[in-house]
DNA sequence: AAGTGGTCTAGACCACTAA
DNA sequence: TAGTGGTCTAGACCACTTT
């Protein structure tokens, strides 16, 4: 049918294809919502249900006091998944004398990388329960949860978890920067040969929003990274949450 | 602070912790609308509005004339990029005498592939172009444009993109359900020989929401892959978008 | 102080679904 | 028909930002 629609749909279409059509660019600000009120000759709620439609699409972000503006779009950064942790990688790190292979990659960008790290002696959630294969549902994992920034920007939310018998008395259960965990664990014997990464889109939890500052209607990838060793043993898991306007996960895959 | 949130905020939190508690159990239905006017005190606006939230969070789903729900979680199918495309995979399909790599995998799962193909010469995209190294303005491409359905339901969009040069002739061209597209071109001559897979996490766009039916607040993987040859040159993009709460893109990577 | 968005009410009327 | 959600109004008052 081509029956009018509803007038917040109007409403919300008419200042979509402002912004489509770039007439409303990146930044610019919307009419208030007296404006629009008076333009459509509705009442005020029915633009606020507009604009909360926009909202939620990703297409405006509304600031108290000031006015509601075309959204932004940050330049993402890429990562590439199939060579981050490559021995190669690891030893260059470790050549270096530095700390965390993130953080030497930021530097290097010129950008001013910083991490809170927080460990803990923890149940894991089931799924990485299930990745890392303990049966008892009482088995422990050390976990380190890490927020990583990039010019005080939070940037991502990374957690490691190692099954806690094999973290024992290392430094993976030292609250502070290390080298990436497969390093340490190769020191210890346990070598990772090959990882088995799992991507998914979801929306943010209310935890993540705060954490990482997500602007509304950012969707996350939650990126879950298992290493294993030569018989197929699960040493660590790590989840990483990526906010979905700033980050490109790249692969580089042998076709055959 | 715990000076008292907004109305609306306080039935969401309540609400939210209902669901999450497993109070309210996936597909549950909640308290009608004039029921949360009389339990909270409030107007049917003020709930409307908390509704909304939850809605928008991907937490309930309303349905007109019904009742409003607790989000249902389809179980995800994973997909191993790393091997999808393999020529081992390739030849298998090819042996077999069957036309499609995918429709092949779905079936033998005892579910029901259907695709819809739509072919046509398009100016790509920015981004595609940019990957195909077309540098000509005008520069054409064959588009594959395919949804693809399980038992029905939609279940993913993926776009194809060959340089029109490349193409010309060839059962590219023509509007069918064909074999992986690599495997096309290596009849041709053209062998990839290394895939480069890009994904971000993103909002669906309307047509999307409409093409694949999703619900609200579910976010989309968009995954790129660009064959390239061995030297270097860009055969054939494809852009796959995945419905956030139905795929998981898996990936096996060697350490070293 | 002026301008912007945020919260809330009370009520009217419409549209869809199920019994 | 009864019950559910959907659209819309007119107006009051609050909170944040800028000048």
Redesign the interface.
């Known amino acids: 049918m081509t029956t009018s629609r509803a007038l917040y749909h109007t409403i919300a279409d008419d200042v979509r294809a402002r912004i489509e059509s770039g007439q409303l660019a990146p930044g610019a600000r919307l009419p208030a919502e007296p404006d629009l009120v008076s333009t459509y000759g509705v009442s005020k709620?029915t633009v606020r249900v507009a604009l909360?439609l926009l909202v939620?699409?990703?297409l405006v972000v509304v600031k108290h006091g000031r006015g509601t503006f075309v959204r932004e779009r940050p330049t993402?950064i890429?990562t590439d998944?199939?060579t981050i942790?490559?021995?190669?990688a690891h030893a260059a790190v470790a050549e270096a004398g530095v700390l965390d292979q993130w953080a030497t990659l930021v530097s290097g960008l010129g950008r001013r990388p910083r991490q809170d790290v927080k460990v803990s002696i923890v149940e894991p959630p089931d799924g990485v329960a299930r990745l890392l294969q303990l049966d008892g549902s009482r088995a422990l994992a050390v976990l380190r949860h890490r927020i990583r920034y990039i010019d005080e920007e939070p940037y991502q939310q990374a957690d490691s978890y190692v099954p806690a018998a094999m973290a024992r008395g290392t430094v993976l259960e030292e609250p502070r920067d290390i080298s990436a965990p497969?390093g340490v664990l190769a020191s210890l014997g346990l070598?990772?040969?090959?990882?088995?990464?799992?991507?998914?889109?979801?929306?943010p939890t209310?935890g993540e929003i705060e954490r990482l500052k997500l602007p509304?209607?950012t969707?996350?990838?939650e990126h879950t990274r298992t290493?294993v060793d030569k018989d197929g043993r699960a040493l660590r898991v790590m989840v990483t949450v990526?906010p979905?306007?700033r980050?490109?996960?790249?692969?580089?895959?042998?076709?055959?």
Chains 1, 2 share one sequence.
Do not use: C, F, K
Not at 85 to 88: C, D, G, I, L, V
Not at 191 to 203: F, L, S, T
């Open positions: 709620n909360n939620n699409e990703g993402p890429t998944w199939s942790e490559s021995r190669a497969g070598v990772q040969v090959e990882y088995r990464d799992d991507i998914i889109a979801r929306m209310r509304p209607a969707p996350v990838m290493g990526l979905g306007d980050h490109v996960a790249h692969y580089v895959v042998p076709a055959d």
